[in-house]
């Protein structure tokens, strides 16, 4: 930790959620300020790795000047009040909970830059890119900094349009379809989140989550909650995505490019998980408590039909393509974060919140591996790679093959790297959940997940030998190892998931502190 002035971080948090869209208006300028390239367009991919590259930058000084000792007290906060008549505030801030999110949407963002900038998917011109790159970050590192309701679906909502259009224009094979499924999904849940965010903001006579949080649902009725629960938990669930609401994602992984997929996967997914800790569990507590064994039981459920559409996919002779198998393993990955959190335990939000940084870095590094594969190949259809390799990645690629054997043991979930132990701990909450839920329930749900860990183990451990094992061809395409700029895209991505694995105290001494006292009662 170093020290830094309070009105300093206040303006570097600032920073990171304005700088972006900054950056997204000056990238289309006909000259991006500053930059220069071979051509145009290079200039303006530039500009988006040297933007992304400062908010990286600024967020890591951020938690570097973050008090560790204080966790749970928000910190670098504005409050500036903006529509006095609703009492909407331009309320900003960063606790424990919050500043790892924030900095693993920098550091995604940055490294999806700087791989675009040597890879940069075919569509439309690279300003738009660029533009709409920037728009999402921005709508992202916001989600997680605002401390006001309104401020926060306006957040949420930002990110939708600058993903529609990478899905639609910068996709493969189904992109329209992907790209229409997706913002329909997502916008008619948020349709029903508003109506459930307004409720509480009325009744409560206040949208300022830290007061709201504080208050831990004493100003509103029972009923009040309930209702309210269930509107924002269906728009954050499609979000997430929870078991039924999850449809919309294979799709759209499937179609999007490759930096779409590692931003869907990676940041987006936990803006509505995140939604749950930061505003249903401590705002309307009450109303959460009725429905978390239902939110168990669809976590379970997601987590046992993801792991088997993707045994299915994985299957020899299966018409199973592997990014599509990554996406369902998302569903099921998702599910121990929201089984975490419905336990209502420190134990299990714990589990919850590390298990969303562990998925972020381990499925980001996934995608972009599968994207290389397919830059490589033309083709993510599981039948097509193992012909195109041999079945032998390992011998034709050997650090791409090593690289993807990585990638799979750290999502099923290996003791040592970050994948076990967020859902270990989600886990262990189940099997002591608070004193006012069903422990029986419970305990049938931590079974179930714990079966889940197996399937997982099962189909990651089948697309391991299928694509990577076997005796090298004396015949067939050869294919080229990881490029250097893959590597500097990919090795921070390794290193965190060795790191936060060997350590897991890093994250989990940020997130503990601020989660006791969330379920305890509030934020200060």
Same mark, same amino acid.
Request: charged share 10%.
């Given at each position: 930790?170093?020290?830094?002035? #309070?009105? !300093? +971080?206040?303006?570097?948090?600032?920073?990171?959620?304005?700088? *972006?869209?900054?950056?997204?208006?000056?990238?289309?300028?006909?000259?991006?300020?500053?930059?220069?390239?071979?051509? *145009?367009?290079?200039?303006?991919?530039?500009?988006?790795?040297?933007?992304?590259?400062?908010?990286?930058?600024?967020?890591?000084?951020?938690?570097?000047?973050?008090?560790?000792?204080?966790?749970?007290? +928000?910190?670098?906060?504005?409050?500036?009040?903006?529509?006095?008549?609703?009492?909407?505030?331009?309320?900003?801030?960063?606790?424990?909970?919050?500043?790892?999110?924030?900095?693993?949407?920098?550091?995604?963002?940055?490294?999806?830059?700087?791989?675009?900038?040597?890879?940069?998917?075919?569509?439309?011109?690279?300003?738009?890119?660029?533009?709409?790159?920037?728009?999402?970050?921005?709508?992202?590192?916001?989600?997680?900094?605002?401390?006001?309701?309104?401020?926060?679906?306006?957040?949420?909502?930002?990110?939708?349009?600058?993903?529609?259009?990478?899905?639609?224009?910068?996709?493969?094979?189904?992109?329209?379809?992907? $790209?229409? @499924?997706?913002?329909?999904?997502?916008?008619?849940?948020?349709?029903?989140?508003?109506?459930?965010?307004?409720?509480?903001?009325?009744?409560?006579?206040?949208?300022?989550?830290?007061?709201?949080? &504080?208050?831990?649902?004493?100003?509103?009725?029972?009923?009040?909650?309930?209702?309210?629960?269930?509107?924002?938990?269906?728009?954050?669930?499609?979000?997430?995505?929870?078991?039924?609401?999850?449809?919309?994602?294979?799709?759209?992984?499937?179609?999007?490019? &490759?930096?779409?997929?590692?931003?869907?996967?990676?940041?987006?997914?936990?803006?509505?998980?995140?939604?749950?800790?930061?505003?249903?569990?401590?705002?309307?507590?009450?109303?959460?408590?009725?429905?978390?064994?239902?939110?168990?039981?669809?976590?379970?459920?997601?987590?046992?039909?993801?792991?088997?559409?993707?045994? $299915?996919?994985?299957?020899?002779?299966?018409?199973?393509?592997?990014?599509?198998?990554?996406?369902?393993?998302?569903?099921?990955?998702?599910?121990?974060?929201?089984?975490?959190?419905? &336990?209502?335990?420190?134990?299990?939000?714990?589990?919850?919140?590390?298990?969303?940084?562990?998925?972020?870095?381990?499925?980001?590094?996934?995608?972009?591996? !599968?994207?290389?594969?397919?830059?490589?190949?033309?083709?993510?259809?599981?039948?097509?790679?193992?012909?195109?390799?041999?079945?032998?990645?390992?011998?034709?690629?050997?650090?791409?093959?090593?690289?993807?054997?990585?990638?799979?043991?750290?999502?099923?979930?290996?003791?040592?790297?970050?994948?076990?132990?967020? #859902?270990?701990?989600?886990?262990?909450?189940?099997? @002591?959940?608070?004193?006012?839920?069903?422990?029986?329930?419970?305990?049938?749900? +931590?079974?179930?997940?714990?079966?889940?860990?197996?399937?997982?183990?099962?189909?990651?451990?089948? !697309?391991?030998? @299928?694509?990577?094992?076997?005796?090298?061809?004396?015949?067939? *395409?050869?294919?080229?190892?990881?490029?250097?700029?893959?590597?500097?895209?990919?090795?921070?991505?390794?290193?965190?998931?060795?790191?936060?694995?060997?350590?897991?105290?890093?994250?989990?001494?940020?997130?503990?502190?601020?989660?006791?006292?969330?379920?305890?009662?509030?934020?200060?």
């Amino acid at each position: 930790m170093i020290d830094i002035n #309070e009105s !300093v +971080m206040q303006f570097l948090l600032a920073f990171v959620v304005v700088g *972006p869209l900054l950056g997204a208006a000056a990238a289309l300028l006909p000259a991006p300020p500053g930059m220069k390239g071979k051509s *145009p367009e290079q200039a303006v991919l530039r500009h988006g790795v040297t933007v992304t590259g400062a908010i990286l930058v600024a967020a890591i000084v951020l938690a570097l000047g973050f008090d560790h000792d204080h966790p749970s007290k +928000m910190q670098a906060t504005t409050d500036i009040s903006w529509i006095p008549a609703l009492d909407v505030r331009i309320h900003l801030g960063i606790d424990g909970i919050s500043l790892p999110l924030l900095v693993l949407t920098a550091l995604l963002t940055f490294l999806c830059a700087l791989y675009s900038y040597f890879k940069l998917p075919a569509g439309p011109t690279p300003k738009a890119f660029v533009a709409l790159l920037l728009v999402l970050e921005a709508g992202t590192l916001a989600t997680f900094a605002v401390l006001d309701l309104l401020l926060f679906f306006l957040a949420f909502e930002m990110v939708l349009i600058p993903m529609y259009f990478l899905i639609a224009r910068w996709g493969g094979e189904g992109r329209t379809r992907a $790209a229409w @499924r997706f913002i329909l999904y997502t916008l008619l849940g948020s349709v029903v989140m508003l109506l459930g965010l307004l409720l509480i903001g009325l009744k409560a006579g206040t949208f300022d989550m830290v007061a709201l949080a &504080t208050d831990n649902g004493r100003s509103l009725t029972a009923s009040v909650q309930v209702i309210a629960v269930l509107a924002i938990g269906i728009g954050l669930a499609v979000k997430t995505p929870m078991w039924p609401l999850h449809s919309w994602l294979p799709d759209a992984h499937t179609a999007a490019p &490759t930096v779409g997929s590692v931003l869907l996967a990676g940041v987006m997914l936990k803006m509505g998980t995140y939604g749950f800790v930061r505003i249903l569990l401590p705002i309307a507590p009450d109303g959460f408590r009725d429905f978390a064994p239902y939110l168990a039981a669809f976590a379970v459920v997601g987590i046992i039909y993801g792991s088997l559409a993707c045994l $299915a996919l994985a299957k020899q002779g299966a018409k199973g393509d592997l990014k599509r198998l990554i996406a369902y393993s998302s569903v099921g990955h998702m599910g121990f974060v929201l089984l975490g959190i419905a &336990t209502m335990t420190p134990t299990g939000v714990n589990g919850a919140l590390f298990a969303n940084i562990a998925h972020g870095l381990i499925t980001g590094l996934l995608f972009f591996l !599968v994207g290389a594969l397919k830059d490589r190949t033309g083709t993510t259809d599981l039948d097509t790679l193992a012909k195109e390799t041999g079945a032998a990645l390992y011998g034709k690629a050997p650090r791409l093959g090593g690289l993807l054997a990585f990638g799979a043991v750290a999502s099923l979930g290996l003791p040592g790297l970050a994948g076990f132990w967020g #859902e270990m701990l989600a886990l262990f909450g189940a099997f @002591r959940p608070a004193d006012e839920l069903s422990r029986p329930a419970f305990l049938t749900f +931590m079974a179930i997940g714990a079966f889940g860990t197996l399937l997982t183990a099962a189909y990651m451990l089948i !697309v391991v030998r @299928r694509v990577c094992m076997g005796a090298v061809p004396q015949e067939g *395409p050869k294919l080229a190892d990881v490029h250097t700029y893959e590597f500097a895209a990919w090795a921070p991505l390794v290193a965190l998931t060795v790191a936060a694995g060997l350590w897991p105290k890093a994250l989990l001494g940020l997130t503990d502190p601020a989660v006791q006292q969330l379920l305890a009662g509030g934020t200060r």
